[in-house]
Each structure stands twice: as C-alpha cells, then as structure tokens.
C-alpha cells in the first residue's frame, strides 16, 4: 500500500470487498479506505474518502448484482454508500434503535444488505440486525424475534438469498442464526464452545445452508465506555476495537450432524495444581481469524495468526515463547 509520495503504508486493515474484476476495496483502522484498480495493478488510498474522515471501519459489501450499490460500516454510527465518493448515510435513514450504534459487520444476501449493529446502553449492550432492500433501512424484526436480548457480531449472506449472523448475551452460549433463502424464517443453531466467532462463511451442501465459524469476537467494552464529548467541544476519537487472537477457538463447520473441529488440534487440557515458575504447556494452534470457502464449501483458504501485542497471555508459558519485544509467531 503506497501512501502520498510513494511511502509504504502499514494500515491495518479489517476487510476486503472485489466488486468487479477492476476494482477492490480494502478497509481498516482510523479512516483506512484503499482501492485496487486493474489498470494499473496497485493499491492506492481511495480518492472518494470523505474529507477529515477519522471513523474506525469494521466492514465492506457489495450487492453482487450491482457493483455500484455497496456500503462500508465501522464504530460509533459510521454506515458509508458508495457513490462517486462515500457518503454517511444520514441520521434519519436509520432505524432509532440503531442510530449512534457500532454496526460491526456487513453482507449481502441476495440484493438484501444484512447490517449488524450494538450499543452500549446503561453498561449493557444492545444490538440487531437492520437490512437494507434498495428502499431504505429498516429494522429485520423477524431476526429480532429470535435472537432476543442477543447482540449479534458478523452477518454473512450468499447471492441466492441464504444469510446467517451469530449472536451471543450475558450468561447465553453463542447462537448462529440461520435462513434458507430472502422468504425463509431464521432458525436458531447453537454454537460450540463459549463466545461468538468473529466471521461467518457461508456454502451449500446437498441444497442445504451450510456455515463456518472462525476466530472470536473482540472485547469492546473498554472501546466503547469512552465518555462522549462535552457539548462545545470536537468529538471523541474512539479507539479502534482490538484484534482477537484465541488459539482455544478453533475454525468449525456445520454439517447435517452437528459441528465440525476442521483444525482437529482444539485440547482442553490444563496445567496441573502447584504454583510453578514454568509450564510444559499442551500444544496450542495458531488462531484462525476468517475462512474464505466456494459454493460447495469442498475448498477454501483460511487466515490468521497472533497480532503483534494483543493475542492474549494465557499462561506464563506464553510470555516465555512470545517476548515483550513483539516477536510472535504469525501465519
């Protein structure tokens, strides 16, 4: 990614859109929007960036009948439409329950924009899905109606219509809520282990909708506990939300009989009792942040790795492989 001048830049980037064979997008951290044009084979910053744009974006789609419909979303009520440049949708085009919310996670199922946003209310979170038809955005209610007091995290769709989204709450194992097609009703499918993945890739098998699950929802409340600015004053610019790196969250695929482990290397076992100063710690895999499949769900890559500083200490062991200085292994 070459900056003004030819200066490398190293932004972190969340995620990627390929609308047409000509163009790409790529978006990230602190007003990161980057474009791939055919033509000339490179990456280079978005010209159609909105002027002093410092938003933290999380997502980008495409409706993939209509390369120029799509939407980039990110933290604190940031939702662009793509357009001869990006434009903030306007307050009043958003549903009230979702207005000022982080909207996470963005896809298209069919020509349907799936929006999944959370809030902060009162020290809980709140959140739902809103979609997106071509007429306006609008609450999904039928996904509220079965997700409940669930915040969701990512959304994913097919071209056909299927979607799905997980979501997770207080006290609740995750949820990977499902739909066959735009007319079908969502259906609840429990998910293994504890806490919500943080990508969803979708496939058919035999006709039926068929998910993977890779990586975990980042920790966001410290993020978004930050205190509001004070009328009169500039706005608060929020942190971006970390990188979650679990090794102990492995990539799982749906089948007609349950859940997959695809890595086979999830163990749950544990030191023994006593207060050492080292551990011969079990085996643990490098953690897989998202999953890239086709139709069928027969090939596919995966990506992932432990980020410099923020892949969590889970033992004194880890602290004695990965030194302070940052020198963590990556895949």
Known sequence: LLGPGGRREHPRLRAVAWPTPQRAYAVGDLGKLWLWRGETGLWEADPATPVNFRGNLLGIAFDPANAARGYAVGQGGVLLRYGK??????????????????????????????????????????????????????IESSASAVMGSNVPWPVAGLPDGGAAFTASGVGQGSQVYERESASAAW?????????????????????ALRAIGAGTAPFTLTVDSEPAAPPGFPP???????????????????????????????????????????????????????????????????????????????????????PADGDRKST
């Open 187 to 207: 259906r609840a499918v429990p998910y293994p282990g504890t806490g919500e993945p943080a990508t969803l890739a979708l496939f058919r098998e035999g006709g």
């Open 85 to 138: 440049s990006w434009t903030q949708e306007p307050e009043a085009a958003i549903p009230v329950p979702a207005r000022g919310a982080s909207f996470t996670s963005i896809a298209f199922a069919g020509s349907q924009a799936l929006l999944a946003y959370r809030k902060l209310v009162n020290g809980r979170y709140e959140g739902g899905i809103i979609a997106n038809s071509g007429s306006g955005w609008a």
């Open 236 to 322: 608060t610019l929020f942190a971006p939300y970390p990188i979650a790196a679990d090794p102990e969250k492995g990539v799982f695929r749906q089948t007609a009989s349950g859940w997959s482990d695809e890595e086979h290397e999830l163990n749950n076992a544990k030191e023994g009792p006593g207060q050492y100063t080292r551990y011969d710690t079990v085996y643990q895999p490098d953690p897989v942040s998202a999953v890239l499949v086709n139709g069928d769900g027969s090939q596919g890559w995966a990506v992932g790795g432990a980020v410099n500083g923020e892949a969590p200490v889970l033992d004194t062991s880890d602290v004695e492989r990965y």
